[in-house]
């Protein structure tokens, strides 16, 4: 497949990430971060695994814990609690330092080249996060800020290192390994610090299935799809879609409005989305790229 298309479905998943608050706030019992990270992660991450029938081995035990904890059970978790203790916009722009971070581990973890423009769309992008939705009145929580920092930073680890440890199995099979050991991860840590949940309405059940079957496994398929082609600089960006689509679902569903200025911040995170794209297009193909991309290639054919 072309560049073109890999950078397109890998885009999916952000835009899907953006309906993440919706579904939060209108269909999920409030105050429950650990459980419900855990019931995003564990069940349809089980499912999976029923499905490919295939276990990790040897040292990707360890890997796929340390995975599955950076890239569901902690950011997951921090990031519930940004959301519940912050208001959305102060919690997305905190998060928004993401692609920054991802940049410099990527430079440390894989060698890649710190490119100058790169490093000012992530700038840009951020800041035109921040006016699109931090108002004035936003409270600044000091437990929310360190939870969305920490988030972002346990993600952009799992970014960095998912591309760094590609597996000799389908991504179907990855994404599953991740899914099951961050649910179980956060299995005890549920159990132990939250009550228990209060009867499901139906609302409730279409929200938990919903975030697992698309805003989960499907999304996280695509990510992990995009960063076995792409550099994780690349891909991470893509995650200013997200606050975007959160903008556009809640002018669309709950009638919120768009001014001038906020229109024109939509316009520059676009535009430091394609600066950096074009930033990439030229960087050299990192050498255990194309070893990757012949074992990808031997395991699908004989999927």
């Known amino acids: 497949m072309s560049r073109t298309t890999d950078l397109l479905l890998t885009a999916i998943a952000p835009v899907i990430w953006g309906s993440t608050y919706l579904v939060t706030t209108e269909f999920l019992p409030a105050d429950y971060p650990l459980t419900v990270a855990m019931l995003r992660a564990l069940p349809v991450g089980l499912l999976l695994l029923l499905i490919v029938r295939q276990l990790p081995s040897g040292g ?35 998060g928004a330092i993401q692609p920054l971070i991802v940049i410099g581990l990527a430079r440390l973890l894989l060698g ?38 920490g988030g972002a930073l346990a993600m952009a680890f799992g970014t960095v290192l998912s591309r760094r440890w590609q597996p000799p199995v389908p991504l179907l099979t990855f994404t599953a390994w991740q899914l099951v050991a961050g649910g179980l991860l956060l299995l005890p840590a549920a159990l132990w610090w939250e009550p228990p949940l209060p009867p499901l309405s139906d609302s409730n059940i279409f929200g938990f299935v919903y975030l697992g079957l698309i805003g989960a496994a499907l999304t996280y398929y695509l990510w992990f799809r995009g960063l076995s082609r792409l550099e994780p600089s690349l891909v991470s960006t893509l995650g200013f879609l997200s606050p975007l689509s959160a903008v556009a679902i809640g002018w669309w569903f709950l009638g919120e409005s768009l001014n001038g200025l906020q229109l024109f911040a939509i316009a520059i995170v676009l535009m430091s989305i394609c600066v950096t794209q074009y930033a990439g297009r030229t960087a050299p193909v990192p050498a255990n790229r194309g070893r990757w991309m012949m074992r990808s290639a031997r395991v699908e054919s004989a999927a």
């Open 60 to 94: 990707w035990w360890l890997k796929i814990l340390l995975l599955g904890g950076l890239n569901f059970s902690i950011f997951w978790w921090l990031l519930f609690v940004a959301a519940y203790r912050l208001p959305g916009g102060v919690a997305a722009t905190v």
């Open 112 to 149: 890649s080249r710190v490119r100058a423009l790169a490093v000012v769309a992530a700038l840009a992008g951020a800041g035109g996060i921040a006016l699109l939705i931090l108002t004035p009145q936003a409270a600044l929580d000091p437990v929310g800020i360190g939870a969305g920092l």
